[in-house]
């Protein structure tokens, strides 16, 4: 039997606005609020909202056999409210449904774990309130930011009460062995690991509509016949993208939305086949081995490390500089100097600065809103700026 795990990635930053060196000192708005509202809006009328209903369709014709899982930002969350809050009206009925799970991680889809233990903890504690608050849900498996992990993610997670977490079954960390098992982590009881089957979510994901690419053009029954090949060579599929996929990174005239509603059905023709949402999977199946993953993993770009959030001294400089001022933005008990403190630690701002413009450069060039990695740098440094100079008027800093 071989259950395939569909979890989607919904996140979408306060990107900042073009903060030039003369709007130092004037305490001006540091987001593009303007531009954070019109993605946001055309993001949610081409994915969100079709796709949602998609997926609703989806599980009622199957009644309940197809499911999937989610995990949505705290960013994304507070601008669906703001912007758009029919998506979250739609989301909740897909929780509604009991055949969607959510999935917690950083609030401010941060690299918090990189830098600092306990500001990572205190956002997943945020995202988890949060997941309370408008869906009176209690997720019960963790993904952290953009994948990143390492046995230490697995440690902090299940000291948190998660049951699992997810990772990317990057071939450097699996060697000989598939990601189409269950795991245990290093350094945990208990607590269960699910590996992303790259190549086929990033069929999907990436090469959906490349016409050189010899798979195309990827229909659903093709799809299946690809996960069918998997039965007796492993258990889970697990297929990990980010949710903009649907409509937006593929546009609907791909056909991107008629292979997603013939998908499920084509999977289900096989009888050994099945859909499981991670909690289930982690209690259908034992983990077959244990996992020792030392060096951080990532799903981004064909890398898989933290070379697409720093892998430049802009990148670095500019994400030390900010955590640098953690203890010291607590302190002053400014509650909106601590928001945007933490607006400011999403990692798409450090993407924006990537230099990598090779095979992953149409990637880095989505959604971002600055022509060159060197003027996104610039913008962050000068809104750094002015924040170190509001922090100051609130609490003396030394040098």
């Known amino acids: 039997m071989v259950s ?3 979890y989607f990635q919904v996140h979408q930053p306060y990107r900042l606005g073009k903060y030039s060196i003369f709007d130092i000192g004037n ?62 009206e739609s989301f909740q009925r897909l929780v509604d449904t009991g055949y969607v799970e959510l999935l917690d991680e950083t609030y401010y889809h941060s690299l918090a774990f990189l830098y600092s233990e306990k500001e990572f903890k205190e956002q997943v504690k945020l995202h988890r309130k949060k997941m309370k608050e408008i869906f009176g849900y209690k997720p019960r498996v963790f993904r952290n930011t953009e994948l990143v992990y390492n046995n230490r993610v697995a440690y902090l997670a299940e000291k948190m009460g998660y049951k699992g977490t997810l990772a990317e079954g990057a071939d450097y960390i699996l060697g000989w062995r598939s990601p189409n098992f269950v795991y245990k982590a290093k350094m945990a009881t208990d607590i269960r690991l699910l590996l992303k089957n790259y190549r086929l ?46 409509g ?82 607590k302190e002053s008990g400014d509650e909106k100097l601590l928001e945007d403190w933490r607006r400011l630690q999403t990692a798409d701002h450090f993407y924006y600065m990537c230099t990598k413009w090779f095979n992953d450069g149409d990637v880095h060039k989505y959604f971002n809103v600055y022509d060159r990695p060197h003027d996104s740098f610039i913008a962050f440094m000068n809104t750094l700026t002015d924040f170190r100079i509001r922090l100051k008027e609130t609490i003396p800093m030394s040098g």
């Open 248 to 329: 937006e990174h593929q546009w609907e005239d791909t056909g991107i939305f008629n292979f997603l509603r013939h998908l499920p059905h084509e999977i289900l023709k096989h009888p050994d086949n099945d859909f499981k949402t991670p909690t289930e999977v982690i209690k259908a199946y034992k983990p077959v081995a244990e996992l020792d993953i030392r060096n951080v993993v990532s799903w981004a770009d064909i890398e898989r490390d933290l070379s697409a959030w720093l892998g430049n001294q802009m990148q670095k400089s500019a994400i030390e500089k900010l955590y640098e001022l953690e203890t010291i933005v």
């Open 201 to 246: 979510s990033d069929d999907i994901a990436f090469r959906f509509s490349e016409r050189g690419w010899e798979g195309w053009p990827l229909t659903a029954d093709k799809f299946a016949t690809w996960v069918n090949s998997i039965n007796g060579n492993g258990n889970v599929v697990n297929l990990f993208m980010d949710y903009e996929t649907f």
């Open 27 to 88: 305490n001006g708005g540091y987001f593009n609020d303007v531009k954070n509202a019109e993605i946001l809006q055309k993001v949610s009328k081409k994915c969100y909202l079709p796709t949602n209903k998609l997926i609703l369709d989806l599980i009622n014709e199957t009644d309940g056999r197809f499911r999937v899982s989610y995990s949505i930002t705290g960013v994304a969350l507070d601008q669906f409210e703001e912007y758009a809050p029919e998506v979250i």
């Open 4 to 6: 395939v795990c569909f």
